[in-house]
């Protein structure tokens, strides 16, 4: 099945700083989501972007499904930003709508 | 406009006791799904249904059950709950075309 591999697995910023987080996936996808995992421990979805670029305040995203990969921007990090941020992927729509996870990036904001 | 509901949020279990959890979604999705988080595992789908009526094996589906009772409630239950099934579980549901998935807020389990 695919593969999906994040990094890196930890990031440790100082707030106002900015980052960027990978997603490698190993086959071609259909769908592909960005969710942030909060310290409660809520699923929130920033993106759907199968491809493309997009982008919603200080957070963009960019899928290059061609080259099998996703990038995450963070810009001017807040200590909100805080959390566990997933990439997920879907690559067969017969299998209807099952989404493939990667670990996660543990991101903590310093203030 | 509730989203994904989920109850209950926390339930501690003994060892061969069965319970339900239970799923409700307000949006009009055709597909739902169950999965379970666990420490440096990720996120896995347990079971999932494409609509009303059906439901197939998602990548753990060993010690679970599944019911799609309607288009807006998935229920997920333990028959014999052991320890390693001590997870955080999360509920989802989607539209078909995009497959976009909205998640329910977890609920906590843990068996002792």
């Known amino acids: 099945g695919i593969q999906v591999e994040q990094s890196p697995p930890d990031l440790i910023l100082q707030e106002g700083a900015n980052s960027t987080l990978r997603c490698n996936f190993s086959?071609?996808?259909?769908?592909l989501q960005w969710f942030h995992q909060n310290p409660w421990g809520q699923l929130i979805n920033l993106f759907y972007?199968?491809?493309g670029t997009k982008q919603n305040g200080r957070l963009s995203a960019t899928t290059v499904a061609t080259e099998r990969y996703s990038l995450l921007y963070i810009s001017s990090s807040q200590t909100t930003d805080s959390g566990v941020y997933f990439c997920?992927?879907?690559?067969?729509?017969?299998?209807?709508?099952?989404?493939?996870f990667g670990q996660g990036t543990e991101l903590s904001v310093k203030p | 406009n509730a989203g994904v509901t989920q109850t209950p949020k926390f339930q501690v279990l003994k060892t061969g006791q069965s319970m339900t959890l239970q799923c409700a979604q307000d949006?009009?999705?055709?597909?739902m799904y169950w999965y379970r988080q666990d420490p440096g595992m990720g996120l896995r789908l347990i079971y999932y249904?494409?609509?009303?009526?059906?439901?197939d094996k998602g990548e753990v589906p060993n010690g679970y059950n599944v019911s799609r009772l309607n288009k807006r409630e998935f229920s997920l239950r333990l028959e014999s709950a052991a320890p390693s099934q001590t997870s955080v579980y999360f509920c989802?549901?989607?539209?078909?075309?995009?497959?976009?998935?909205?998640f329910g807020p977890g609920t906590r389990l843990t068996v002792t």
């Open positions: 989802a549901s989607s539209e078909d075309d995009r497959y976009e998935q909205y």
């Open positions: 086959d071609s996808v259909n769908n």
């Open positions: 972007i199968p491809s």
């Open positions: 997920a992927v879907l690559n067969d729509y017969n299998q209807g709508g099952k989404l493939i």
């Open positions: 949006m009009n999705h055709n597909s």
């Open positions: 249904s494409a609509s009303e009526g059906t439901t």
